[in-house]
DNA sequence: CCCTAATGTTTACAGCATACACATAATGAG
DNA sequence: CTCATTATGTGTATGCTGTAAACATTAGGG
């Protein structure tokens, strides 16, 4: 008697992304249709339309929640951190570690990131990483005016790591723990680059 | 009436590949379809299953074709240089140019690198990179047990930085000659780690 | 209470990858 | 040279996608 099924979903937009996200945890972005996912939630896949412009814009939407994903793993990782330095560290292997023990969201975040404007009240892992390195520069270990600098290389290192070790690249890097130790280090040497204000003038034969 | 269209085209497979990189550069992977690239050529789409498994696969040959391209160009780079620090920034800045001056190739590159067994004779970035890594060994700037290490920091660093300042991010790094020589300088920082245990015997002063 | 807006379904169509049957051209053996 | 074989192309058909248009159902406010 109560198996009466609703015309009305109750709130299929939530389902939608809810269903995107479990298929792109478990498969990866192969599968994020219009067609798959409303069949995944029992509704016609023109419902779809009612709350998402396109099959693109819902992908875009999915991608946005596996992004915010990432950066709240990102943000309870330095939650327990204090120091400069280790806070720093937390945040690449926080990045890292979704990348590898979610590959499927992982790729889901960071294909195709041409949607439109991210809403900016929505935790972004770019934001976080940026924050550690303004942290880096009020304890005075780097300057004001490296910030910018600092944070692009910081982002590019981690990133590109998270992106090469969780492809499926046969000559992808390994990933054991002292890989990724021994990246950070020298992730952190980059970012503190002795050579900069301590020990002035670069002998530079730079091009 | 020399215009007689011929039945068989010649050498249908390259002209796909080329008609595919053609685009490729011009629009990136958006329209890299099989009947796309059939009426580029002026074939019929069937065609192409004379010489592709599938348009997967069609793909993924143009991919590897953009992939050679791009380790072409960071041989060329590479070729004038004789200094290890100046040949490892000449292949990080190839990588990195190349990115942004063929945004479109860059990205059908490296999307979705699931391709079978790439052919070893063929150049390769990842080799290239590589290779100006074993020099710095071989210059004893750092120890062959770094060597793997090294060449995945610098990788990621300089494919993460190409990624994301080729990509559409809002969030993009600038890409102006300081941000990227800064960048360069930051990632050799990270290379001979000064502030390692065995710290290297400061070969600095030849510089 | 009914009218309207929101939400879902059905139907329809274009574009895609691809299988299958058929057409034509190139090649090599007698 | 002739002719069969093989390589390479075309035409047609199918099932899958994304999406538009018209219709159905329900929720909510005058």
Redesign the pocket.
């Known amino acids: 008697m109560g198996n009466m099924k609703?015309?009305?979903?109750?709130?299929?937009?939530e389902a939608l992304l809810t269903a995107g996200l479990q298929e792109a945890k478990a498969r990866g972005p192969r599968?994020?249709?219009?067609?798959?996912l409303?069949k995944a939630v029992?509704?016609?896949?023109?419902?779809?339309?009612?709350?998402f412009l396109?099959?693109?814009s819902?992908r875009a939407s999915i991608s946005q929640q596996a992004r915010e994903e990432l950066a709240r793993q990102m943000l309870k990782a330095i939650a327990t951190q204090t120091d400069v330095k280790n806070r720093f560290r937390a945040v690449g292997r926080a990045y890292i570690n979704f990348a590898l023990n979610e590959p499927g969201l992982f790729a889901v975040a960071f294909v195709a990131c041409e949607e439109g404007p991210q809403r900016e009240d929505s935790p972004s892992a770019w934001m976080v990483l940026q924050d550690s390195i303004l942290d880096i520069c009020n304890a005075k270990l780097i300057e004001a005016s490296e910030v910018q600098q600092v944070a692009s290389f910081a982002w590019a290192t981690v990133h590109g790591f998270a992106t090469l070790a969780g492809g499926s690249d046969p000559r992808r890097p390994k990933t054991n723990e002292k890989t990724i130790s021994d990246l950070l280090d020298r992730t952190w040497s980059g970012i503190i680059q002795l050579g900069s204000k301590n020990s002035a003038k670069d002998k530079l034969g730079a091009n």
């Open positions: 609703k015309y009305h979903h109750g709130n299929l937009e599968n994020l249709g219009v067609n798959f409303a029992k509704v016609s896949p023109t419902a779809v339309y009612r709350h396109s099959g693109e819902l």
